[in-house]
């Protein structure tokens, strides 16, 4: 389990943070769906990056992967 968890933390990391949508956030979603974790917090940069290619994601754009994540998954949630 906890491997997992590393996978789908490094997922959100490498993947969400370069792409919101389209094969990166897909292979979020199905590693969220195998593990089924209790919660899921989203949230994007409040402060510029030290990384230039990380760019901050809209709140719609959160709610909808949020709205998805909950498609597939019984966890909880969660958009800051």
Do not use: C
């Not at 949508?21 to 940069?45: F, K, N, V």
């Not at 510029?48 to 909950?70: C, F, H, M, Q, W």
């Amino acid at each position: 389990m906890l491997e997992k968890l590393s996978e789908i933390e490094k997922a959100a990391l490498e993947s969400l943070a370069t792409a919101s949508d389209g094969p990166a956030l897909e292979a979020w979603l199905t590693a969220a769906a195998e593990i089924q974790p209790a919660e899921i917090h989203l949230y994007s940069l409040d402060r510029y990056p030290a990384d230039n290619g990380v760019e901050k994601v809209r709140r719609s754009t959160l709610d909808e992967i949020a709205s998805e994540a909950a498609k597939r998954t019984a966890a909880r949630v969660s958009v800051f």
